[in-house]
Structure formats: C-alpha cells, structure tokens
T-cell receptor
C-alpha cells in the first residue's frame, strides 16, 4: 500500500473550516484514500473515503487532486468535539487476502481552539 | 446493531498469566483484525482474518494467537503475558474488498481493551 505523509499537528479556531492535508504520491490506480479520526483514547472512527472524485458526507468533505497524489479533508465548521488525531490511509482493493490491511501512520493532531 | 463489541474494557494481568480478549461483530463483516496502540504511537496490526478459518499475521504477532471459527467472533489470546504487552487493544471489522456488495470498505472499531501486565 502507498505511504502517506501528514503534518504532525494543526490548530483551527472553532467555527472555522479545518483543512487537513495528506500526501500520497505513490498511490496506485486502484487504491482508495480513507480518513479516520481518533478522539482521545477511543477507537478510531471512519470519516470518509474516495477514489478519484471529491466526496462529501455529513461529517466532512474529501478533495482529491486530479493526479491523486494528495488530498485534503475538510471539516466545514469545526467544533471543540472535532479535536482528535486524524489519519489518512491508502487502501487497495486487491483480490488477494494479504493486501487488505490498514496501516496507520502517526496522523495529524488537530486542536480546535475556542 | 451493536457494531464491534470488545470485552473486557479493562484488565490487569500478572506476568506469565494467559487470557483471551473477546471481539464480536454483528455486521456480517468478513474481515476482522486486532491492533495495539501504545502511548503516543499509532496503531500496529497484530493479526487479521479475511473470513472464518483464515487468519494471518500482522506487524507485531509475537506472543499472540488468534482463531476465527465463526464470522462474528475473533478472539485474541495472550499465551504468557509480559509487561511489554501493556497496551490498548482495538478490534476492527470491515467488508472484505473482495465483496461486491458495499461501496464502503471502511473499518468499524471497537472501544478498546486497556490491558496492564504487572
């Protein structure tokens, strides 16, 4: 699976949009970009995923560049409850059992300030 | 629909003791896995399973055993606990990427088991 690079930490003011970048320059054509977050010591929570097109759900938007080498997770109106570690992960849809693992990096620690 | 249920939530073991961490999911997910998370670190994969009767090792499998006799359950066994196994353990499940049913192959995680080995 392709590796991802994220900034170790970011700050954002409450009510503003939080934009979290992720580089995945070695991504291949059949690999999806997934975003998860982990609030304090809870289990990671799925946020959103995408392949080529931009995606939006009730939690966030995902913008993937045309060359797919980077993406940005957008939390449109950040609240204090969005303070968490955010993980960007690339996962393939391979048809062999060993290639379905999710490998977590260090993620970005996002702090929402009042 | 309970999602992924892990038991116990907290456990203290003495060095050398054995125990089983339980994980159950009710979403008919083919894929299940165990991660451990140490303070200030990301999640590291211990073992995973792509279906009943099929398991494989992850990044840090030593000292742990798994089995998958049913789709719903994926227990993690510590054979002889060591202080280095003090950690938070997370179980996760998802549809297999072989499955053509869903579009979302995102993982669902349990709430974790906090294990201390003294």
């Amino acid at each position: 699976d392709a590796k991802t690079t994220q900034p170790p930490s970011m700050d954002c003011a409450e009510g503003r949009a939080a934009n979290l970048p992720c580089n995945h320059s070695t991504i291949s054509g059949n690999e999806y970009v997934y975003w998860y977050r982990q609030i304090h010591s809870q289990g990671p929570q799925y946020i959103i995923h995408g392949l080529k097109n931009n995606e939006t759900n009730e939690m966030a938007s995902l913008i993937i560049t045309e060359d797919r080498k980077s993406s940005t997770l957008i939390l449109p109106h950040a609240t204090l409850r969005d303070t968490a570690v955010y993980y960007c992960i690339v996962r393939g849809t391979y048809l062999i059992q060993g290639a379905q693992k999710l490998v977590f990096g260090q993620g970005t620690r996002l702090t929402i300030n009042p | 629909n309970a999602g992924v249920t892990q038991t116990p939530k907290f456990q203290v073991l003495k060095t050398g003791q054995s125990m089983t961490l339980q994980c159950a999911q009710d979403m008919n997910h083919e894929y299940m896995s165990w991660y451990r998370q140490d303070p200030g670190m990301g999640l590291r994969l211990i073992h995973y399973s792509v279906g009943a009767g099929i398991t494989d090792q992850g990044e840090v499998p030593n000292g742990y055993n798994v089995s998958r006799s049913t789709t719903e359950d994926f227990p993690l066994r510590l054979l002889s606990a060591a202080p280095s196994q003090t950690s938070v353990y997370f179980c996760a499940s998802s549809y297999s990427t072989r499955s053509t049913r869903p579009k979302n192959y995102g993982y669902t995680f349990g709430s974790g088991t906090r294990l201390t080995v003294v």
